[in-house]
């Protein structure tokens, strides 16, 4: 039982390329977020799905494009990737908005 | 959606001894969560504590929860160099715009 998986685990772009980022699961959960962790920002919600086939837009959903054709995959897409997304992606997992998250290990990108 | 505010911002102590850490919200509340970030790695969830309920423990962890002051403070008694991480609190209110709003955390250094 691994939970919530996410790869790859470490990025360098240059800045225009594009990627994905893909967050799985083994838990059987709703509700799956994409955030982002910058220093002295803190978790940024970026987009949030609460079922397969459904996405919503977060805090700073800009830049970034999401799918959820299954249930377990959640992905995150950057089509031209900049500087400023340089940061720690994180996906996390759950229930409901107010019920326990339960994250990934996070995906480190760096764009150059 | 509200943000939780942590207090102090960073918080240093010897090996056995407790450490406690605050959270201060705006509005009323569902529930409040307490989650641990070690370096470089995903949130975990600790305990989550409704808002009809007014302390609860888990291990070495004592939650604590006051509505009137709009408050939490979470106690972790005999720390160990293993509790070195960040803590977030997550004050959830199940109104419009219902996702959590994460703070930047307090982060706790336990010195061998």
């Known amino acids: 039982n691994a939970g919530v998986t996410q790869t790859p685990k470490f990025r360098v772009l240059k800045t225009g390329q594009s990627m994905t980022l893909l967050c799985a699961q083994d838990?059987?959960?709703?509700?799956m977020y994409w955030y982002r962790q910058d220093p002295g920002m803190g978790l940024r919600l970026i987009h949030y799905?609460?079922?397969?086939?459904?996405?919503a837009k977060g805090e700073v959903p800009d830049g970034y494009n999401v799918s959820r054709l299954k249930k377990q995959n959640f992905l995150l897409g950057l089509e031209s990737a900049a500087p400023s997304q340089t940061s720690v992606y994180f996906c996390?997992?759950?229930?409901?908005?107010?019920?326990?998250?339960?994250f990934g290990p996070g995906t480190r990108l760096l764009v150059l | 959606s509200q943000q939780g505010e942590e207090d102090p911002q960073a918080l240093s102590i010897q090996e056995g001894e407790n450490a406690t850490m605050n959270c201060s919200y705006k509005?009323?509340?569902?529930?409040l969560q307490w989650y641990r970030q070690n370096s470089g790695r995903g949130l975990v969830h600790l305990i989550l504590?409704?808002?009809n309920e007014r302390e609860k423990h888990s291990g070495r962890l004592r939650v604590t929860l006051d509505t009137s002051k709009k408050s939490s403070s979470l106690l972790i008694t005999a720390s160990r160099a293993a509790d070195t991480a960040s803590y977030f609190c997550?004050?959830?209110?199940?109104?419009?715009?219902?996702?959590?709003?994460w703070g930047l955390g307090t982060s706790l250094a336990v010195n061998p």
């Open positions: 509005t009323s509340i569902n529930n």
């Open positions: 997550a004050p959830y209110n199940a109104g419009n715009n219902r996702k959590l709003i």
């Open positions: 799905s609460v079922g397969e086939g459904t996405t």
């Open positions: 504590i409704r808002s």
């Open positions: 996390a997992i759950g229930q409901g908005f107010g019920e326990t998250q339960y």
């Open positions: 838990m059987n959960h709703e509700y």
